[in-house]
C-alpha cells in the first residue's frame, strides 16, 4: 500500500455507512471502558454515536464456582496463564454479531502497531482486542482463533487493556467527522512517512524566543516549502528508519 492509499483510508467515509465504527475489548477489567476514550474529541464522538464501545467480561466465561480464568504455566515457571476455553468463549460472544471484525491479541511480541494499521482497522467496521493478564493467553487460542499479535511498544505493559485503548484512540480519531479538519490528519506524524514539522502559536516572542520569520510572511508556497523541510530535517534526525522504509 502507498502512503496516498493510506491518506484515502484515512479520509473517505467508511464503507458501512451509517453504523457506528465498533470497539470490542475482551477483558479481565471491563470497568476501566471507556475510561480516558470518553473525553475530548473521541469522547465527543462516542456521545455523538460515530463509534462505539464494549467490553466482554472474561470472567463471565470462567470455570467452576469461582468462575476462574487461568491457571499454572503448563511445564512450570513463574506467574498464571489465561485459559484457551475461557478466552476462547468470551472471544466467540465478541463476534457473535460480527465474525468478519478484525481481531487482535495485544501483545509486546506482536508486530508493531503503526498508523497505516490504524487507518485500515478504521476503514473497517471496527475492531475487537484482546486484553492479556498475567503471562499472557494460552497459544492454542491464539492459533485457533487467528489471533493477529500486535505491540504497542518495546515494553511490557501489565495488562493489555492500556494497549486497547491506545489502538481505539489510534482509529477513532481518523473516523471521518471525529477531528475537525481533515487537513490536518493530513500533516501528522507518519501520515506522509514522515515526522510532523514543529508547530507554534502565540504570543509572538516569549521568554526572547520568537517565531521563525517564516511563518509570519503570510507566503504560503514559502511556508509549506519550510515545513516540509523541517519534517525532513526531523525525521532523518530521529527516525532515519522511517526515511529508509519510504524509499527516501
Ligand atoms: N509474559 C508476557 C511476555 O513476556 O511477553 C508479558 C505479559 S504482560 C505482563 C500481560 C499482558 O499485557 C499481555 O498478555 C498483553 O496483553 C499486555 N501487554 C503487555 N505489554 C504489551 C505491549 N507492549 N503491547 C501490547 N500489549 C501488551
Known amino acids: 500500500m502507498s502512503?496516498?492509499?493510506?491518506?484515502?483510508?484515512?479520509?473517505?467515509?467508511?464503507?458501512?455507512g451509517k453504523q457506528p465504527w465498533r470497539a470490542r475489548v475482551v477483558t479481565?477489567?471491563?470497568?476501566?471502558?471507556?475510561?480516558?476514550?470518553?473525553?475530548?474529541v473521541v469522547g465527543s464522538a462516542l456521545e455523538a454515536g460515530l463509534w462505539s464501545?464494549?467490553?466482554?467480561?472474561l470472567r463471565a466465561y470462567g470455570t467452576g464456582r469461582h468462575r476462574t480464568v487461568d491457571d499454572h504455566p503448563a511445564g512450570g515457571g513463574a506467574g498464571m496463564v489465561l485459559r484457551c476455553d475461557v478466552v476462547a468463549e468470551a472471544i466467540d460472544a465478541a463476534r457473535k454479531d460480527e465474525p468478519a471484525l478484525p481481531?487482535?491479541?495485544?501483545?509486546?511480541?506482536?508486530?508493531p502497531l503503526t498508523q497505516r494499521l490504524a487507518a485500515e482497522w478504521a476503514a473497517g467496521a471496527g475492531l475487537i482486542v484482546v486484553a492479556g493478564r498475567f503471562e499472557g493467553v494460552d497459544q492454542r487460542v491464539i492459533?485457533?482463533?487467528?489471533?493477529?499479535?500486535v505491540s504497542i511498544g518495546d515494553y511490557v505493559l501489565s495488562g493489555g487493556e492500556l494497549a486497547a485503548f491506545v489502538m481505539f484512540d489510534a482509529c477513532v480519531r481518523l473516523l471521518p467527522g471525529v477531528i475537525g479538519s481533515s487537513a490536518s490528519l493530513a500533516e501528522e506524524s507518519f501520515c506522509n512517512g514522515l515526522?510532523?514539522?514543529?508547530?507554534?502559536t502565540r504570543?509572538?516572542?516569549?521568554e526572547g524566543r520568537t517565531l521563525p520569520d517564516v511563518l509570519l510572511?503570510?507566503?504560503?508556497k514559502r511556508i509549506a516549502e519550510w515545513r516540509r523541510a523541517e519534517s525532513e530535517r526531523l525525521t532523518r534526525e530521529r527516525r532515519p528508519d522511517l526515511l529508509a522504509r519510504h524509499g527516501r
Open 143 to 149: 492459533e485457533a482463533r487467528g489471533l493477529r499479535e
Open 53 to 57: 464501545i464494549e467490553a466482554i467480561d
Open 103 to 111: 481481531i487482535v491479541y495485544a501483545s509486546p511480541r506482536g508486530e
Open 195 to 200: 515526522l510532523e514539522y514543529p508547530q507554534y
Open 217 to 220: 510572511s503570510g507566503d504560503h
Open 203 to 206: 504570543p509572538r516572542e516569549w
Open 28 to 40: 479481565l477489567y471491563p470497568e476501566m471502558f471507556p475510561g480516558p476514550l470518553a473525553v475530548s
Open 3 to 16: 502512503t496516498g492509499d493510506l491518506d484515502q483510508l484515512a479520509h473517505f467515509p467508511q464503507s458501512n
